[in-house]
C-alpha cells in the first residue's frame, strides 16, 4: 500500500505537449511495414495514410476527389488515364513531387501483391511533363481514381526504394511521402510518432504539430486509456457507447457508411447448395442482431449496398426475412430436415465479432444447424482464405472505395475472396465488367442493380446489418470535431481539431 | 558450493542441446511441406513458398540445417521474421525486458506478500485469522488476473487518475515511471501468485514448526521470533523456493492477456501474432528464449536450495 501510494504521487510523465495521441490495436491492424508496396493489410492505411498522403482522395460520399494530384482524365478508348499534380509539391526529404516520381512511384506499386489491386489494368506509367502523368491501361480505369485514395495512390519518394530489388526497399522502415506528416519514429507493438510536414502541399489542413499512433487493445483498454487521459481519441465497438455517453469529458460521433455485418459464405459444401444459404438467410433475426450487438445502431441489410446507395436494388429487399419455419422448410427441402454442423470462423480477439458470432450461432441453433466457432488469428488472409479455416467467416464487411467493389470483390472471377471462397460468378463478372464502362452513372447503377439481383436471388451470402464505425475523443483537451471514418480501415478525420 | 555449481551447469549443456534440438525441430512438426504451409497451402503463391524455403533452408539437409540454425544460434541470431523482416533477436532484445519487468515484479510483490501471510497463518493455525487468510487466498487464486487488472485500472487510472492505464516505460528511462506503469500489472498478476505462496509457505511452516527440534528449541527458551525466522522459516522455504521459480518461469510465457490490457509490448503479443501467422522463426526464437530461462530458473532453485540446505549440495 505504501509503495502504491508512493508511486501514485510521482505523477506526470504522461507529457501530452503538442501531440494529438490516436490509438488502435497495432497487432490487429498493422503489418509493421511503411512500405505501401509491402503491405499486406488493408489497415496499414491508418498509418500510412498521414505519411504518404494519396494521389486522389474520397469525399464524404464515397466519391473521389483531388488529393495531391488536382484533376485526370479517363480515356477508355485510347487506354490512358491522365493525372494532372499539383504544382510545387515535394516529398519530406526535399526531393520533387513531379511526374517523373510519381511514375516511378506508381510503377513500383504496381508490383505489390495487395497494393496492384488498387491499380486495376494498369500497364505502365510515363511523365508527359513535370506536373502530368499519363496511365497506359490494358482495360478500363474505371476504378483508378477510388485506388489511387488507397495504397495504389501512397507514393514513396525516390531513393527509398529499388524496383529492381523491391523486398530491400528502406521504405519498409524509413518511410518518406509527400503527405501532411513526416515519420519520426517507431517502436514495434508501442508507438509511431509523426511530425507536421510544414511543406506539405495537399488538401488537408491540420492545426496541430505532432500525432501519436499508439497501440492499445480494442475495447476495455481503449476506452479506459481515453479516459484516463492517456489518449486523445480512439475508435471503439457500440458495446462501449453508455461508458462513453455517461463521461462528460468526452465526445463522439458515428457514422453509417457501407460496412456490414455479413455470414459470408464458402460456396462449397454445405453451402454449395441454393436451398440451404436460403435457409440460413432467413434464420438470421437482423434486427435482433442490431438491438444486441450494436446497441439499436444500424441498418438492416438485405444486400452489400445500404437503402441510401444507388446500387440498392429495392425489388430484392426483404426476400429473406427472418422466420425460423420457412428455414427448416428449405433445410427438408434440401435434404437435412435435422440441420447440419459447420466451422464458422470469427476474427478473434475482438469483442464486437465474438458477440456476433455468438448471436449467429445462437440463432441458427433455433433451426438446427450447428455452427462451431473457429476464431481466427491476425492474419485472416491467409487462415481463412489460403488456409481454407472454416466453411464461413462472420465478420464486418470492408466498404470497398469503388462502387462495383462490393460485388465485384467477392463474387467476380479472378478476384481473391471469389477465388477462395470458389464464389466466382461469369453472370455477375460480365455484368461488372459492363458497369465499369458505363457511359453514366445512373447506367453504371442500374447494372450493379442486376448483378445484386442475382446476389441476393442466390443467396451467395447472408447480410445482416450496416454497422456504424465510431470514434471518440477527448473534448476536454481537444477543440473540434472529429468524423467518424466510413471504413474500417479508414483513420479518423482529424482535420480542424486542435489542442485547447 | 562452487563445485556444487559447477556440476550443475556441467549438467546443463546436455539439456540445452536437447531443447535446442526440440526447439529446431519445431519445423517436423508443421504437416506436409512446412514452406507451403506457412505460405498458405495448396493454393499458395509458388515464389513466396520457394522463398520461404530458401529462408529456412529446407532444401538442405536435416543435420545441416541444424547444424547451420545452431551456429547462428550461438552467435546470437535468431533468424528473420518471415513476414516483417525484422531479426528476431533485435525485437527480443526489446521485447523481453518488457515481459521480464512483468514477471520479476509480479514475483516480487508475490512473495513480499505471500511469504508473511503463509508464516502468520503458520503461527496460528485454527485462529479467525487463519481461516480468514484461507478464504481469502481461495479468492485470490479463483479471480482472473485480467478482471482484476481491468478493475484496478478502472479504479486507479480512470476515476482516481492516480495511475497510467497503458503503456511501457524502461527502467534505463525513468525508473520512477517503469514502476508506475507496471504496479497495476504487478498486482494483477501478483495476486493469483502470492496466494499460491502464502498457501504453501503456511502448510510448509506447520509441519517444520512441528518438528522435534522446534520443540527443543522452544524448551531451551529461545524466543519465538529467533524460533520462526532463525530455525522454522530456513527449512520451510525449500518448497516455497521452488514455487517462486515455477511462477517466474509460467509469467514469463503466459503474460500476454495482462500485456494486451495494458498494451505492454513484451513477448506476449509477439509470440501470439507469430503463431497465428506461422511465422517460425519467430515461435522458435520465443520457445527457445523461454526455455533457457526455464533451465536457468531452476538452476537458480538448485543454488538456493543447496545455500538454504547444506546437505543438498553433496548429491
Not at chain 1, 319 to 344: K, N, T, W
Not at chain 1, 421 to 434: F, K, P
Not at chain 2, 23 to 50: H, K, M, T
Not at chain 2, 172 to 181: D, G, M, N, T, Y
Amino acid at each position: 500500500m505504501v509503495l502504491l501510494l508512493g508511486l501514485a504521487s510521482c505523477g506526470g510523465g504522461e507529457s501530452d505537449g503538442d501531440a494529438i495521441r490516436y490509438g488502435f490495436d497495432f497487432e490487429l491492424n498493422l503489418n509493421d511495414t511503411f512500405d505501401p508496396r509491402a503491405s499486406l493489410s488493408t489497415c496499414d492505411r491508418l498509418a500510412l495514410e498521414w505519411i504518404y498522403g494519396t494521389l486522389t482522395t474520397l469525399d464524404e460520399n464515397g466519391q473521389p476527389a483531388p488529393g495531391l494530384a488536382e484533376s485526370w482524365v479517363l480515356d477508355d478508348a485510347a487506354g490512358t488515364f491522365t493525372l494532372t499534380l499539383r504544382e510545387g509539391l515535394e516529398f519530406q526529404d526535399g526531393t520533387p513531387f513531379d511526374a517523373e516520381a510519381v511514375a516511378a512511384g506508381l510503377t513500383y506499386l504496381s508490383t505489390g501483391e495487395q497494393s496492384r489491386e488498387d491499380l486495376k489494368n494498369f500497364v505502365s506509367a510515363e511523365a508527359v511533363d513535370d506536373v502530368t502523368v499519363q496511365i497506359n491501361l490494358d482495360g478500363p480505369g474505371f476504378g483508378l481514381p477510388y485506388g489511387l485514395a488507397l495504397r495504389g495512390g501512397m507514393i514513396p519518394a525516390p531513393g527509398t526504394y529499388d524496383v529492381d530489388n523491391p523486398d530491400d526497399s528502406e521504405a519498409a522502415t524509413d518511410p518518406i511521402g509527400a503527405g501532411p506528416f513526416e515519420f519520426v519514429s517507431f517502436q514495434p507493438g508501442e508507438e509511431i510518432k509523426l511530425a507536421r510536414f510544414d511543406d506539405y502541399g495537399g488538401p488537408l489542413e491540420y492545426e496541430f504539430d505532432e500525432l501519436e499512433l499508439r497501440s492499445v487493445g480494442v475495447g476495455n483498454p481503449a476506452v479506459n486509456a481515453l479516459r484516463a487521459g492517456e489518449l486523445d481519441v480512439i475508435g471503439y465497438e457500440s458495446e462501449s457507447q453508455n461508458v462513453i455517453d455517461e463521461d462528460s469529458s468526452l465526445s463522439s460521433n458515428s457514422r453509417l457508411g457501407e460496412v456490414y455485418a455479413q455470414l459470408q459464405l464458402r460456396l462449397d459444401e454445405p453451402f454449395d447448395d441454393v436451398l440451404i444459404r436460403q435457409a440460413v438467410n432467413h434464420a438470421i433475426d437482423r434486427q435482433r442482431f442490431i438491438d444486441v450487438v450494436k446497441n439499436g445502431v444500424g441498418e438492416v441489410a438485405w444486400m452489400p449496398y445500404p437503402e441510401a446507395s444507388p446500387n440498392y436494388n429495392p425489388a430484392v429487399a426483404g426476400l429473406y426475412p427472418y422466420d425460423p419455419a420457412r428455414a427448416r422448410e428449405l433445410l427438408a427441402q434440401a435434404g437435412v430436415p435435422d440441420g447440419f454442423e459447420f466451422d464458422m470462423a470469427i476474427p478473434g480477439g475482438v469483442t464486437d465479432q465474438e458477440r456476433q458470432g455468438e448471436l449467429i450461432q445462437d440463432m441458427l441453433a433455433d433451426v438446427g444447424i450447428t455452427a462451431n466457432i473457429v476464431p481466427l488469428g491476425t492474419d485472416i488472409a491467409t487462415e481463412y482464405y489460403l488456409q481454407k479455416t472454416g466453411d464461413a467467416f462472420s465478420a464486418a464487411r470492408p466498404a470497398s472505395a469503388e462502387p462495383v467493389g462490393a460485388v465485384e470483390a467477392q463474387w467476380a472471377e479472378f478476384e481473391f475472396v471469389a477465388i477462395h471462397n470458389m464464389a466466382e460468378r461469369a453472370d455477375i463478372t460480365a455484368l461488372i465488367e459492363q458497369a465499369k464502362v458505363a457511359p453514366t452513372d445512373e447506367e453504371r447503377a442500374q447494372i450493379i442493380q442486376q448483378a445484386v439481383a442475382i446476389v441476393v436471388q442466390d443467396a451467395l451470402e447472408v447480410p445482416i446489418a450496416f454497422v456504424p464505425r465510431n470514434v471518440a475523443w477527448d473534448s476536454d483537451r481537444l477543440a473540434g470535431d472529429i468524423g467518424a471514418p466510413s471504413e474500417i480501415c479508414d483513420p479518423v478525420d482529424l482535420e480542424g481539431v486542435s489542442i485547447k | 558450493m562452487g563445485a556444487f555449481i559447477v556440476r550443475r551447469l556441467l549438467g546443463l549443456i546436455p539439456l540445452l542441446l536437447l531443447i535446442s534440438f526440440a526447439v529446431f525441430a519445431l519445423v517436423l512438426a508443421i504437416p506436409g511441406d512446412p514452406a507451403r504451409s506457412i505460405a498458405g497451402g495448396l493454393d499458395a503463391d509458388e515464389d513466396r513458398v520457394q522463398e520461404i524455403r530458401d529462408e529456412l533452408g529446407l532444401d538442405d539437409g536435416l543435420i545441416e540445417q541444424y547444424g547451420r540454425w545452431l551456429g547462428d544460434v550461438v552467435t546470437g541470431d535468431l533468424g528473420t521474421s518471415l513476414f516483417t523482416d525484422r531479426s528476431v533477436t533485435s525485437e527480443l532484445s526489446t521485447r523481453f525486458p518488457v515481459t521480464l519487468s512483468l514477471a520479476l515484479g509480479a514475483v516480487f510483490l508475490a512473495a513480499l506478500v505471500g511469504i508473511p501471510l503463509g508464516v502468520l497463518a503458520a503461527m496460528r493455525p485454527g485462529s479467525l485469522l487463519d481461516r480468514a487468510l484461507g478464504v481469502g487466498t481461495s479468492f485470490g487464486i479463483a479471480l482472473p488476473d485480467f478482471f482484476l487488472g481491468t478493475a484496478l485500472v478502472v479504479i486507479f487510472a480512470v476515476e482516481l487518475d492516480v495511475l497510467p492505464a497503458i503503456d511501457y516505460v524502461p527502467i534505463e528511462e525513468s525508473p520512477v515511471q517503469w514502476a508506475r506503469h507496471l504496479i497495476i500489472p504487478w498486482i494483477a498478476l501478483g495476486v493469483s501468485a502470492s496466494a499460491t505462496l502464502a498457501r504453501q509457505v503456511r502448510g510448509a511452516m506447520i509441519e517444520v514448526l512441528d518438528q522435534d527440534y522446534i520443540r527443543t528449541a522452544r524448551a531451551k527458551g529461545v524466543s519465538e521470533r529467533s524460533v520462526i525466522g532463525r530455525h522454522a522459516l530456513k527449512n520451510a522455504m525449500t518448497p516455497a523456493v521452488t514455487v517462486i521459480g515455477l511462477q517466474f518461469a509460467y509469467l514469463l510465457g503466459g503474460t500476454f492477456i495482462i500485456e494486451y490490457i495494458f498494451s505492454l509490448p513484451g513477448m506476449g503479443t509477439y509470440m501470439l501474432g507469430a503463431i497465428t501467422s506461422k511465422d517460425l522463426p519467430v515461435i522458435q526464437g520465443v520457445v527457445l528464449l523461454i526455455a533457457v530461462i526455464f533451465v536457468f530458473t531452476n538452476l537458480v532453485v538448485d543454488i538456493i536450495y543447496g545455500v538454504l540446505n547444506p546437505k543438498v549440495r553433496v548429491t
